[in-house]
C-alpha cells in the first residue's frame, strides 16, 4: 500500500540553528511533492513545491530536496526563529493527478 | 480575495443528529476538496469535485456522509446521522488550474465534536 511517512516525534531546535525534517514514500511515484505548515487550529499553507524532475529548490530561509530514487524528501528551515515554531506536512500528487495526500506532519518547536 | 470560507467554525451536536458544514471556495477555482483530519489518521481525503462534479468519493467513510456542490461557490459536507467517532477537523480547500494549479488553498477548518 502506499505510504507517506514524516517523523511523528516533535523536533525540538534552538533559535538560529538549521531544522532538518524528512518525508519518506513508499508505493508511490509522485509528479510533485509539496510542503504546507500548519499553525494550532488553522488550516495547512503551502510553502513549496518541487517537481520530480527537479533537485532542490528554495524559497527565502527554506529549501527542499526531492531524490526520487531514495523516495525521499528533505525540508530545511535555516536560520530558525520560534515563529517557524509549527506543524509541517509534506504532500505527493501523481502525475495529471488531483488527489493530493499528505504525510502525518512533524511538529517544530524553535527555542530562544 | 477571501480565501476559502467554512462554516460553522466549531460545532457540539449530540449522536444521531444530523450536521452540515458548508465551504465557499475562492473565486474561479474549479476544483473542491473535502478533508478529515484526526490525530490517528492525519490529513485523508474524504472527496473531490471539479466543476462541480464529483470526481472521487473513494474516501467518504461510509453512507452517512453525503456532498454536494450545487454551484461553483458553495459546498455542504452532510453527516447523518452523526457519530463520535465523526469528531474531528473538516477542511474544505480550493485550486485552479492556473499557474499555480498545484497549489491546493485550504479554509480555516469546521472543528466538529459528536457527543
Known amino acids: 500500500s502506499q505510504k507517506i511517512e514524516q517523523n511523528s516525534e516533535a523536533l525540538n531546535i534552538q533559535e538560529g540553528k538549521t531544522a532538518t525534517l524528512t518525508c519518506n514514500y513508499t508505493?508511490?511515484?509522485?509528479?510533485?511533492l509539496q510542503w504546507y505548515r500548519q499553525d494550532p487550529g488553522r488550516g495547512p499553507v503551502f510553502l513549496l513545491l518541487i517537481r520530480e524532475n527537479e533537485k532542490e529548490k528554495r524559497k527565502e530561509r527554506l529549501k527542499v530536496t526531492f531524490d526520487t530514487t531514495l523516495k525521499q524528501s528533505l525540508f530545511h528551515i535555516t536560520a530558525s526563529q520560534p515563529a517557524d515554531s509549527a506543524t509541517y506536512l509534506c504532500?505527493?500528487?501523481?502525475?495529471?493527478?488531483?488527489?493530493?495526500?499528505f504525510g502525518g506532519g512533524t511538529r517544530v518547536l524553535v527555542k530562544p | 480575495d477571501a480565501g476559502v470560507i467554512q462554516s460553522p467554525r466549531h460545532e457540539v451536536t449530540e449522536m444521531g443528529q444530523e450536521v452540515t458544514l458548508r465551504c465557499k471556495p475562492i473565486s474561479g477555482h474549479d476544483y473542491l476538496f473535502w478533508y478529515r483530519q484526526t490525530m490517528m489518521r492525519g490529513l485523508e481525503l474524504l472527496i473531490y469535485f471539479n466543476n462541480n462534479v464529483p470526481i472521487d468519493d473513494s474516501g467518504m467513510p461510509e453512507d452517512r456522509f453525503s456532498a454536494k456542490m450545487p454551484n461553483a461557490s458553495f459546498s455542504t459536507l452532510k453527516i447523518q446521522p452523526s457519530e463520535p467517532r465523526d469528531s474531528a477537523v473538516y477542511f474544505c480547500?480550493?485550486?485552479?488550474?492556473?499557474?499555480?494549479?498545484?497549489?491546493?488553498?485550504f479554509g480555516e477548518g469546521s472543528w466538529l465534536t459528536v457527543v
Open positions: 480547500a480550493s485550486r485552479s488550474l492556473g499557474p499555480s494549479g498545484n497549489t491546493i488553498y
Open positions: 508505493n508511490y511515484s509522485p509528479a510533485y
Open positions: 504532500a505527493l500528487i501523481k502525475a495529471a493527478g488531483n488527489k493530493l495526500t
